[in-house]
C-alpha cells in the first residue's frame, strides 16, 4: 500500500509504555495519571451508564454540558461564548485538533508549529496536504524570538498552532507573547489554534489564555480536554472554542469523523461542573506538590532539572550521565535503570545537536515518584 503517512510510525508514548510494561520499569514517560479520579465523578458515570442515556448525544455536545463549559470559560477567562454556536464537545481534544487542521487546511497551505511540537499536529496537517514551517525552540526556556516567527509567514500561512502551557517542555508563554503573536500575524488571514489542554495545571498565576486575548481568539480555535483537568485521560472528552464560522466548518468534520463523543460521560462530567465548586486552583497546587517532590527527590543526582512552569512534564538534561542520544538513553534507562521517559528529540523535526533531553510525567503517587527518583539519582 502506497502510505498517505510514510514517515509516520507507532508513536513514541505506545513504545515508551509498551516498554515500560514488558520490562517492568515504572512509566514516567507517557502522559497519565497513576491515581484514581475524584471518586463523585464516577459514581456520576456509573449512574448516567446504568439510568442515563445510552444513544447518541447531539452531534455538537450534550447542551447541559456546552452550558457547563460556557460557564467555566466565563468565570475564569470572563469571556462570554455562545455555547449553542461556539462551542464543540470533541472525542478529547486530539478529535479537535484533528478536526479544526482537516477544516482549515487546503493543499500548500502552511502551518507555523513550535518545535518541539506535540506529536499529533503534523500528520493531520500532512494529510490536508499543507505544509509545516517550523520554529524551533530550545533549552533550557524555550522562549520563541517573534522576530524570526515573522520572517517565517508567506502568502500561504494559513494557521499557527500554539501551545501553553507546553508540551513536552513545561514551559509557559506570557501576555507578551500572546502580544507579539497577535502582532505578526494580524494584517494576514492567518487563524490560530491555541492547545490549552494544560490550561489549569499552571504552577503561578493563572496561565495566559488566547480566551483572554479579544483581537486572536477572534480568530482562533481553542482546545481543551476534561482528561488532563480531571485525570481521565481514558475517557476522552474534550472541547474546542471557536467563533461561529470557524465552528461551523469545524462541526462539518466532527458530525463525520465521531459524530458525538459517549453521552454517560457528558453527562457525568456536566453535572460535576455544575454541582462541584471551582477546584482549578487546587488541581495546580495538587501537581506543584507532586512537581516539588520529584525535584526535590532528583536535586542531588547527576540530571539537570529544567524550569518547570506548567504541565505534568518535567524535563531533565542529561549531558552529565551519558553521550548517547535520547531514544537509545530511554531505552538503556528502561533496562538498565527500570523508569521510562520519553525522548525529547522525537518532537522536533529536527532537534538541537547537542541537546540531551528527556521528559518524565509526574501525575504520579508520590510513592512512584520517590521510587523513580531514587533509581535515577544512583546513576
Ligand atoms: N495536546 C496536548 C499538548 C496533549 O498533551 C494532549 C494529551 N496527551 C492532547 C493534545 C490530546 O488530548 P486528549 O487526550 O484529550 O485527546
Ligand atoms: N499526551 C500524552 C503525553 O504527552 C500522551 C497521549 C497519547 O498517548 N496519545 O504523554
Redesign the pocket.
Known sequence: ISSKLPAVGTNIFSKMSALAAEKGAINLSQ?FPDFKPDERLLTRASNALLEGNNQYSPMTGLPVLRDAIASLIARHYGRQVDSAEEVTVTS???EA?FDAITALIQPGDEVVLFDPA?D?YEPAITLAGGVCQRMTLTAPDFRPDWQAFASLLTENTRLVII?TPH?PTGSCWTEDDLASLWQAIKSQDIYVLS?E?YEFIHFGEQAVSVHKHPELRARSFVVS?F?KSFHL?GW?V?YVVAPTELTAELRKLHQYVTFCTATPLQQALAEHLQEIPESSAELAMFYQRKRDVLRNALANSRFTLLPCDGTYFQLLDYSAVSDLDDVAFCEWLIDEVGVAAIPVSVFYQQAPQDQRLIRLCFAKEEHTLLEAAQKLSRL
Open positions: 502522559g478529547g481534544a486530539s485538533i506535540y499529533l501551545n508540551n492547545d489542554v480536554s482528561g485521560t476522552k474534550g
